[in-house]
């Protein structure tokens, strides 16, 4: 607990906008730390908690006050200060005795000091981390018998409610759930999980968020203007970010560097008191690694680490930086977001327009792994070295278009033991300019095929590939390909199609494979946004209409037509014959759902 004791005094409290008042010390006093200082003592000086606090406007406003509130969230958010808070609004009363719950409180009340300073005989606290018995409970289960004193409820207000021992939550239950009409319960814990049901079920819960980054830099930014204190706007960032979201580690972290900066908080104090690395060198070496430079990579971790940058935290940036750019790409208006730095903002959109989803992926996913190596490394330099150098060879690896024309190409250029040349890296300074996510500067040369080789199964048209799929008697893939599959376009080793609906998404893996099993070649299959060509069912449908309405048409079809009233073309045949001097002519033959005896006659007459 970090309450004020009840012997000290206070001066009057001067009205700051946008935050809470805090109490003027006089020079007697002790330092007061700004996380105390600067704490809410109103609902509008809760920052991040717009939700809870219209809900308890609204219950208050109706009447429609619980028994009990469960307040969760990580650490520094306000669950003591809310509840206190909350304390305060239900037993709010002004000296001339009106007043009713509330959460508007303009002036205070006859019982607010005393409840925000935790010294009120009705508003009693316990810290469960310390009282986790039964006879702890039993002693709350005995007092709340009594009507309180001077307020209007007895509240009971418990910290850390997690901590207490089974058979303490079991001896909660039916006081929790019939209580006196003159008893309140407010619980705060960070680990809801461990809370039983049966207790959560008897509770108004309320989940605390993590408070956002742009708002904590505004409420420190106000804090540092009451204060008299000069901060650089990329300061009170890294601040905010190092709080992840705490408001109480935010103030103390601003607390902290502005005795390190002596009354003024930069930048490059924040970052040697946090032992953070520099923005803008992290972007440095973030394109030194997407560029593949290795020794300008290695350069600029060495530099941070000699400033005091630990290399683990320089990782973290690196895929801070990385998620950042994979934003700006996928969301333009995350440049929007105050937390953000100009450099990070204007170099990071650079970024994004150069590199691919799918680089940026694949960077996150090693910086992931790498980080845990190098924190638990008795090496971490080293490691963090290895993680740059896999980085940087990804860098270079093809993309699968790429990979797919180097394989019909032919095989990549080899060292002289056999292992694949490597790309080859420039050293010069890095600049956003030169940048590449590239495949091999040499141009591959074709793989000689050995001789007396079977020649190789060539698929020139997409029929082809269906054709084959029925030679393999793979029924199910050749009628899937038939009906699901709209082929966008097709050259040898790669497929592109669209799906028809219902068809599985699967097809594109399973011809993949197929392929590659009937021609011993990898192909390429992939999926397409584009509409493309009907289905081959639906092409097939589509001619044999027109073949039925071509034969419609015919003078001679028509005349059987007529004929037989209710005949129907069921098939149409095309043969070709071939006469002295005279082209080959189709004849069009047509069958009727019902004929007669007179068949032979009709068609003599035709004849």
Request: charged share 25%; net charge negative; with cysteine.
């Amino acid at each position: 607990m970090d309450e004020t004791t009840a012997g000290t005094p206070l001066i009057d409290e001067p009205a700051l906008p946008g935050f809470p008042a805090a109490p003027v010390m006089s020079q007697a006093s002790p330092y007061r730390v700004l996380a105390r200082k600067y704490r809410p003592r109103t609902f509008d000086d809760l920052i991040g908690q717009e939700a809870m606090v219209r809900t308890l406007s609204n219950a208050f406003e109706t009447g429609r006050i619980p028994q009990a509130w469960m307040l969760t969230g990580v650490r520094g958010v306000g669950k003591t200060t809310t509840a206190r808070i909350l304390a305060r609004g239900l037993n709010y009363q002004k000296a001339d005795g009106s007043g009713a719950p509330t959460i508007h409180m303009p002036e205070p009340g006859i019982h607010c000091e005393s409840i925000m300073e935790s010294r009120h005989v009705d508003v009693l606290e316990m810290d469960a981390a310390s009282h986790t018995g039964i006879d702890d409970v039993r002693q709350i289960i005995d007092g709340i018998r009594y009507s309180p004193v001077s307020a209007r409820y007895k509240v009971y207000i418990i910290d850390e409610v997690h901590m207490l021992s089974e058979k303490a939550f079991n001896a909660f239950l039916k006081t929790l759930e019939e209580p006196p009409p003159h008893a309140k319960f407010i619980f705060a814990t960070t680990e809801i999980r461990k809370v039983p049901v049966t207790i959560l079920s008897r509770c108004q819960r309320f989940d605390l968020r993590r408070i956002e980054a742009d708002k904590l830099v505004a409420h420190l930014g106000r804090i540092c203007d009451a204060e008299g204190v000069t901060a650089d706007q990329d300061a009170l960032a890294a601040i905010a970010r190092a709080a992840e979201g705490s408001a109480r580690d935010s103030l103390s972290l601003l607390d902290q560097a502005i005795s390190h900066g002596a009354g003024i908080v930069r930048a490059d104090t924040v970052r040697d008191m946090l032992g953070l690395a520099d923005r803008a060198l992290v972007i440095d070496l973030f394109e030194a690694v997407m560029r593949g430079d290795v020794p300008a990579a290695f350069a600029g971790l060495r530099s941070q680490y000699d400033s005091g940058a630990d290399p683990g935290v320089i990782l973290s940036d690196l895929a801070s930086f990385s998620h950042v750019v994979t934003r700006l790409k996928l969301i333009p208006d995350a440049a929007k977001d105050p937390a953000l730095s100009e450099a990070e903002r204007q170099r990071g959109m650079e970024f994004a327009q150069r590199l691919s989803v799918r680089t940026l992926s694949r960077t996150w996913q090693i910086l992931l792994k790498g980080i845990p190596e190098v924190q638990s490394s008795n090496r971490p330099v080293a490691a963090a070295e290895m993680v740059l150098v896999r980085l940087a060879y990804a860098a270079d690896l093809p993309t699968p278009d790429e990979a797919l024309r180097i394989l019909k190409e032919g095989a990549a250029p080899v060292s002289g033991n056999g292992s694949p040349t490597p790309p080859p890296t420039s050293s010069g300074p890095a600049t956003s300019g030169n940048m590449a996510l590239a495949t091999s500067q040499a141009r591959p040369q074709r793989r000689p095929e050995p001789a007396g080789a079977a020649p190789a199964v060539r698929l020139r048209r997409f029929e082809d590939v269906v054709a084959m799929a029925g030679e393999k008697r793979d029924i199910v893939l050749k009628a899937a390909l038939e009906r699901d599959v709209r082929l966008v376009r097709f050259e040898e080793g790669r497929i592109e199609l669209s799906l028809a609906e219902g068809g599985s998404r699967t097809i594109a893996n399973d011809l993949a494979r197929a392929l590659q099993l009937w021609t011993g070649e990898r192909w390429m299959v992939a999926l397409s946004s584009e509409e493309g060509e009907p289905t081959l069912r639906d092409q097939a449908v589509a001619a044999e209409r027109e073949r039925k309405e071509g034969a419609a048409s015919h003078p001679l079809v028509q005349a059987v037509l007529a004929k037989f009233p209710g005949a129907q073309i069921v098939n149409v045949v095309e043969r070709a014959e071939k006469g002295d001097g005279v082209d080959a002519e189709t004849e069009i033959l047509g069958e009727a759902d019902a004929l007669t005896a007179h068949e032979a006659e009709a068609d003599d007459d035709l004849e």
